[in-house]
């Protein structure tokens, strides 16, 4: 392992019981991981103070990923509202759920820019499989990133050229936005011709703070897909992938491997000093100390 690890870690177990974990977020006030658990339709929270797992909120409309928003509330996707949402203390505002008359897909995963607007993926996994959300159509006929602007409630489509958005965050200067894609999951981590680029992660120049230009593929992750990730204070990616967690340097070379035992949906940092890493992967809740912290919270 390199340096990225903090001295003698190793990975942890530290709860259990879920279905799909995903959509995993520090709250540093009640020092717990609030994480979703799509197909039982909860949201589960995992306390540092008591090793405790306990049930956050039932019949939660399917939600997704989280993050903070400037303000220290949650901002959540909603596949069984088909929007983006605030949670602050347990009431629910729906921040977007249309697009030119249309209905979002099912909002995946989210983040806050320092300006304070908001970023989502919208792939259809929460209309269109089974157990993840409510059966429903495709109204605008294809899955975008958008960017909300909560100053004029205006919601711009960002990124169209990614087959399957899913994981997304920024450079830690805000001047790359990387975009995963989980259109196809190569179990042997190849390459298919007919769909390059299906199980990368792309990287887009930010102009003027809002638009997304000169779309490339940063780096192929496999085997498996990067559904969600997040990137360090150094500007290295911390990425989900069947087997791992895989970290890749800026210049995209893959510098680290985690191994976990189930697939990984997730991943945030989290713990008092911001460099634990908490990893959602199928039924569990992962954790291993590392030595950064995550872009956004050494941003503060
Ligand atoms: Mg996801």
Redesign the pocket.
């Known amino acids: 392992m390199t340096d990225l690890i903090a001295p003698g870690a190793t990975l942890e177990n530290v709860a259990s019981g879920a279905v799909w974990a ?2 995993p977020v520090w709250l540093p006030a009640r020092r717990a991981v609030r994480f979703s658990d799509i197909p039982n339709n909860r949201i589960l929270e995992y306390s540092e103070d008591s090793g405790e797992l306990a049930v956050y909120r039932d019949d939660a409309e399917f939600t ?2 989280r993050t903070l928003d400037l303000d220290g509330s949650v901002i959540q996707c909603s596949h069984g509202r088909r929007a983006v949402e605030r949670d602050r203390d347990g009431v629910i505002e729906v921040l977007v759920d249309s697009w030119a008359g249309k209905r979002l897909n099912s909002p ?2 989210v983040v806050v820019k320092s300006d304070g607007t908001i970023w989502f ?1 919208d792939p259809s996994y929460g209309i269109k499989k089974p157990g993840e959300g409510h059966p429903g159509e495709l109204e605008y006929g294809d899955h975008y990133v958008f960017r909300l602007d909560p100053r004029d409630g205006s919601l711009t489509p960002v990124v169209i050229d990614v087959e399957t958005p ?2 997304l965050a920024f450079s830690p200067d805000e001047s790359l936005l990387y975009v ?1 894609d ?1 259109a196809i999951s190569p179990p042997d981590g190849r390459r298919d011709p007919a769909r390059p680029g299906g199980h990368s992660i792309h990287c887009y120049d930010v102009f003027d703070g809002r638009l997304c230009k000169n779309g490339r593929e940063f780096a192929e992750v496999g085997p498996g897909l990067p ?2 990730f997040r990137v360090d204070e150094a500007g290295r990616i911390w990425t989900s992938s069947l087997d791992a967690v895989q970290v890749f340097a800026p210049t995209g070379e893959l510098v680290e491997r985690i191994p976990v035992p189930e697939k990984i ?2 991943v945030c940092f989290g713990g008092d000093d911001g460099r634990t890493l908490y990893i959602t992967a199928t039924s569990s809740l992962y954790r291993i100390r590392t030595t950064v912290r995550d872009a956004v919270a050494a941003r503060t």
Request: zero cysteines; hydrophobic letters at 15%.
């Open positions: 995903e959509g997704n990923g995946n995963d993926t899913n994981g995963a989980s559904d969600g949906a997730n």
